[in-house]
T-cell receptor, first 113, second 113 residues
């Protein structure tokens, strides 16, 4: 069975602070994909990143960065110099070979001006 | 690329009526489409998986006669909530996959009065 755990339900920061969202996953598959999505108040899910299980390189995209640690089954996401527009719910998700996404519970990020 | 269009974005219907939600992949062929339901402040719950031309596979606890899914082409899937009741009020969101990524529609907020 697949499982994704986002231990932080809500994080509140002041603008320009960095914020790191934790994601821990469980799967028996050796081939899988990990995702992060952003869900703003409007509801749509915005794709942020996909990482496959064989690629442990960390990635940076603008103010976003991701740290994939296969040894600890974690795929953490950091927003650097947060902005008010970053306020949203962020979901980590796992997709093994079976093509079905399993979502974590989500972390609500509130960035205050 | 990878645009998924979901319509309508918001619908209010009377109890006992049926509501159809459309999900279209605009610039790619979706071999698989997924339908999710999201309750307020909760994660996405997978309702069913559909492959073009075949019957949908429903998750445990989801009534297939209540939530009719049709995946008639590689670019269109529909979810019909039959004989809707107030407890069916929720946010429904579809996802289309081409085998590599999973891309989401804008979601449909259904309110049954």
């Amino acid at each position: 069975a697949q499982k994704v755990t986002q231990a932080q339900t809500e994080i509140s920061v002041v603008e320009k602070e960095d914020v790191t969202l934790d994601c821990v996953y469980e799967t028996r598959d050796t081939t899988y994909y990990l995702f992060w999505y952003k869900q703003p108040p409007s509801g749509e899910l915005v794709f942020l990143i996909r990482r496959n299980s064989f690629d442990e390189q960390n990635e940076i995209s603008g103010r976003y960065s991701w740290n994939f640690q296969k040894s600890t089954s974690s795929f953490n996401f950091t927003i650097t110099a947060s902005q008010v527009v970053d306020s949203a719910v962020y979901f980590c998700a796992l997709r093994p070979a079976g093509n079905k996404l399993t979502f974590g519970g989500g972390t609500r990020v509130l960035v205050k001006p | 690329g990878a645009v998924v269009s979901q319509h309508p974005s918001r619908v209010i219907c009377k109890s006992g009526t049926s509501v159809k939600i459309e999900c279209r992949s605009l610039d790619f062929q979706a071999t698989t489409m997924f339908w999710y339901r999201q309750f307020p402040k909760q994660s996405l719950m997978l309702m069913a998986t559909s492959n073009e031309g075949s019957k949908a596979t429903y998750e445990q606890g989801v009534e297939k006669d209540k939530f009719l899914i049709n995946h008639a082409s590689l670019t269109l899937s529909t979810l019909t909530v039959t004989s809707a009741h107030p407890e069916d009020s929720s946010f429904y969101i579809c996802s289309a996959s081409d085998g590599r990524g999973a891309f989401f529609g804008q979601g449909t907020r259904l309110t049954v009065v």
